[in-house]
């Protein structure tokens, strides 16, 4: 690593991730935008993740390694990663997900048509390999506060909150989270990202989001299993997004949809526990009361069916692209 900071540093926590890093590691550093560091998170893993990331590298002094030594959660690996960033945007990333080669050059380009901007992010495209192997295409995170939109362009925060709850994968100006102290809350295990994000979109110290209208960010729907308590987290995430930011307009939002959005995520927490697939609950949720809305929760649910069917058929010439560069970028001979 040279003495010149670079312009994006990209926080990439990982815990037991052998298996999946080597690709995620090549598919941030073949980016073609190229001035960059990538600080990968080794987060007390148990297994070959730190040598599975420099193995990947293949000698890119860009890479990073930061080992703790024990396993702290991925909000403390993300906020030790925010505390290592030399560069001018913080760009934090999955260890199991893949980009779009052209991403970081479209996110660029739109901070520099909007230098004002606080944040800047691209639509995010689900995908997950079958029991065939097949790669099989989730749908596009957009809202409808934006899905029409083409090009680059500010995000409208109210429906894009109402939606998606702020959900992005952006770039950070890593000034404002120097300024804000603004970091991810280590006592939540599920919801940590979104309590996050929502401070970084509705903080008084920012000025707005840019949105790139390109499903550049392909997030791995795994078979994990998942906090048992994301109805509880959402409400304790919401307090204190409202809470660190002060924001009377994110506190009305919370009140409009807070409900149904509690209803949404308990039954996602029943079938998830039915399933077995359900982790510890967090400490201090028992203490946190739901008071969830059917009648609401169904119209959340219908409104984003309605977004995601018509966005896949929006989407239908794209899809197959996407598939072939995921494909492409997980092949075991990708060296």
């Known amino acids: 690593m040279t003495g010149t900071a670079p312009l994006i540093s990209v926080v990439m926590p990982a815990y037991n991730a052998a298996a999946y890093l080597p690709a995620t590691v090549r598919s941030v550093l073949r980016q073609t935008f190229r001035d960059i560091e990538l600080l990968v998170i080794d987060d007390g893993s148990t297994d070959d993740t730190a040598a599975a990331a420099v193995d990947a590298a293949r000698g890119d002094a860009r890479l990073r390694v930061i080992s703790p030594g024990v396993n702290q959660g991925r909000s403390a690996a993300r906020n030790l990663g925010i505390d290592a960033a030399r560069g001018d945007w913080v760009c934090p990333t999955d260890a199991d997900d893949l980009w779009a080669r052209g991403r970081l050059a479209a996110l660029v380009r739109a901070a520099h048509r909007f230098p004002l901007a606080t944040a800047v992010t691209d639509d995010v495209m689900g995908f997950r390999i ?101 109805a509880e987290s959402r409400v304790r995430g919401a307090r204190r997004a409202i809470e660190g930011t002060g924001s009377a307009e994110l506190a009305t939002l919370v009140d409009t949809v807070g409900r ?15 399933a ?26 219908l409104r984003l069916k309605a977004i995601e069917a018509v966005g896949r058929a929006a989407d239908h010439q794209l899809r197959p692209g996407i598939v072939r560069d995921i494909e492409g970028q997980l092949a075991p001979n990708d060296r």
Do not use: K
């Open 276 to 301: 077995s697939r359900s982790g510890e609950r967090d400490p201090g949720v028992d203490d946190i009361t739901l008071n969830p809305d059917p009648v609401r929760g169904v119209g959340q649910l």
């Open 130 to 230: 079958d029991a065939s192997g097949e790669i099989r295409l989730g749908h596009r995170y957009a809202s409808r506060a934006s899905w029409w939109v083409g090009g680059a362009h500010v995000l409208e925060r109210r429906g894009w909150y109402v939606d998606r709850d702020c959900h992005m994968c952006p770039i950070i100006r890593r000034d404002f989270l120097t300024a804000t102290g603004l970091r991810y809350p280590v006592e939540m295990s599920s919801g940590e990202d979104l309590c996050f994000l929502t401070q970084v979109a509705f903080s008084p110290s920012a000025t707005f989001t840019v949105r790139v209208a390109e499903p550049n960010y392909y997030y791995r729907e795994g078979e994990s299993t998942r906090a048992a308590n994301m």
């Open 260 to 274: 149904g959005t509690q209803w949404r995520l308990a039954r996602g927490d029943a079938r998830y526990a039915a």
